[in-house]
């Protein structure tokens, strides 16, 4: 498979990176804007970043995907793990 097989084969899926990009800038500039986005640790801010990935792409692609919907539990799953002492 070829690069440009790979990148039609995710603007397919995902839409593209232009729409993603705008989505997903967006959310993330509003929570860097939140009053208590310094004081997340690392593993919260890069977690929630991930998640608006996530959302960006399901917004701008394949909604019925369920690998986003998928990864989004597992990205909250590892801070609840975090917080549970695991």
Sequence with gaps: MTIENTLVERERRY??????????????????????????????????????????????????YKDNWHDICGYAKLIEDTLNGN
Aim: glycine share 10%; hydrophobic share 35%; with cysteine.
């Design 15 to 64: 839409g593209s990176l232009k729409g993603h990009a705008a989505i997903s800038q967006g959310l993330k500039k509003t929570m860097f804007n939140a009053g208590k986005w310094h004081q997340l640790s690392d593993d919260k801010q890069e977690a929630l970043e991930m998640i608006c990935h996530k959302i960006a792409r399901i917004l701008n692609g394949d909604s019925e």
